[in-house]
């Protein structure tokens, strides 16, 4: 597989660079393959479907063809993923697709472990190590961590905004030893990701240090988020006939996300034959992408604290391969686009709650009420001509070509819940009158030392310490 650059499309490259690289230093761009190759029909109706690792590795295997011999791809997915994704029906036709079974809670362990396998699997041959920065809005950088820690050739240094996550994120975040790092930086996500990547379009830095990246700037950490989407869809689709008595009941999915990564994986999925016919588009008050969709005009803008505060993204890196994939009509088409702010993140918690009887975490609870709404009759007003306004929270007003099947009850959701709610437990206490229950694995981090190091939010200091530490 070749891949291109968002910024520059006459850029040619292999899997190994792309992975290796992180990103395009000399333009600044993300890399995306020069075609999403569609699985075969056969497998994908598969009765019952296919297992996860089978999904896994059937997509892998286009995208690292040439570079990783098939046993050796399907050792990595074997070792990567000890654990699966779950869905969980709500209703006879809305499910919660559960993805924080893996060891950090957090939906970003199914990216980073197959992304830290393929890069120790190109590492081999190095004399020198391969230094891994990552910014992190809550749960990337424990998922890195995770997944790097103790990995042969392959060093970690974490970059978090210091008292803008959850206690139990940065616990997660604070303890790690050997081959990983945490810096607690005095600004916001914003400002961590902008050291990030300055450092990777340092000439003088990268002359001295080989570097890559573990966010979804990395193709690496989005193309194995896809597999869960191709998993969920096709588990859904098998079942919907039963649920819902219609053998061609369409499937949405609602997709919380910051950086846009998560939602990207969605259409990679999609472009490669996933029966998804549409997304979702939720976030928190940092609603860049639900105004650009509205507006046509897209704003960075400095990020906001909320609850949901993994999706505390103002700048969306992956707003780049979106464009690059789509026209702003053709999203438009495909998405439809919601926010909250946290009134209503706490109202959705104590809905999900009372309504379903499941206690859902903050990103998941923007997912649960936009998917509510929409079949409540959100989408429908829109249909009917009702001028939502893109300012407020709620649905913004872009009606995708989808809209009837859910005014028609022939369309069923999937709402991606990507962390533990004990992850947030005040504020699903707060919502919900009791605490939700907490994973052994979380409880073992809490009694773990803190080793985070204070970092200002300046890059030549950044810079400085870099070449001093690593």
């Known amino acids: 597989m070749i891949y291109t650059d968002t910024r520059d499309s006459n850029v040619k490259v292999d899997f190994k660079t792309a992975v290796m690289g992180g990103m395009n230093s000399k333009t600044g761009g993300l890399y995306i393959p020069v075609s999403f190759p569609k699985l075969d029909k056969a497998f994908l109706e598969k009765d019952p479907a296919p297992s996860f690792r089978d999904i896994a590795f059937n997509m892998a295997k286009p995208y690292a063809e040439g570079e990783i011999p098939d046993d050796d791809l399907n050792a990595i997915i074997q070792d990567a993923y000890p654990f699966n994704p779950k869905i969980v029906p709500l209703d006879n036709n809305s499910y919660v697709l559960e993805l924080f079974h893996g060891p950090t809670c957090a939906f970003k362990d199914f990216g980073a472990r197959f992304m830290a396998r393929a890069m120790s699997y190109f590492n081999r041959s190095e004399s020198t190590p391969l230094h891994i920065l990552v910014a992190t809005s809550g749960d990337t950088g424990s998922a890195v961590g995770s997944a790097f820690h103790g990995v042969p050739g392959l060093d970690v240094t974490i970059l978090y905004p210091d008292g803008k996550i959850s206690p139990l994120q940065e616990k997660q975040l604070s303890t790690f030893t050997g081959n990983v790092r945490a810096l607690k930086v005095n600004g916001t996500f914003d400002d961590c ?88 588009a939720a976030t928190n008050s940092n609603r860049t992408i639900p105004d650009w969709i509205a507006t046509g005009d897209y704003n960075a803008r400095p990020s906001v604290e909320t609850y949901a505060n993994a999706m505390d993204v103002g700048a969306p890196s992956n707003y780049e391969r979106i464009k690059a994939m789509y026209s702003l009509e053709e999203v438009r088409h495909l998405f439809a686009s919601y926010w909250l702010d946290n009134e209503g993140i706490t109202k959705a918690i104590s809905e999900c709650y009372k309504n379903t009887g499941y206690i859902i975490d903050p990103h998941g609870a923007i997912g649960y009420k936009a998917w509510d709404d929409i079949k409540k009759g959100a989408l429908k007003d829109l249909v009917n001509g009702s001028k939502n306004d893109y300012t407020k929270p709620g649905l913004t007003p872009n009606v995708p070509d989808w809209a009837n099947k859910v005014i028609d009850n022939t369309a069923s959701g999937i709402i991606l819940e990507t962390a533990s709610p004990a992850k947030f437990g005040s504020i699903v206490t707060d919502a919900i009158g009791r605490q939700p229950p907490m994973p052994a694995r979380l409880e073992e981090v809490l009694r773990l030392p803190d080793n985070a190091i204070p970092m200002e939010n300046d890059y030549e200091e950044f810079k400085k310490w870099l070449l001093a530490n690593l």
Do not use: H, W
């Open 193 to 280: 990701q902008k050291l990030v990547k300055t450092a990777f379009v340092d000439d003088e830095l990268r002359g001295k240090l080989r570097l890559s990246s573990a966010n979804s700037i990395n193709i690496a950490r989005l193309l194995p988020q896809s597999f869960y989407y191709m998993f969920a869809a096709l588990s859904v689709k098998n079942r919907l006939a039963m649920d819902t008595k219609n053998k061609e009941q369409s499937v949405v999915v609602v997709v919380p996300s910051g950086n846009f990564g998560n939602l990207t994986s969605g259409l990679i999925a999609r472009e490669m034959g996933a029966p998804i016919d549409g997304f979702v």
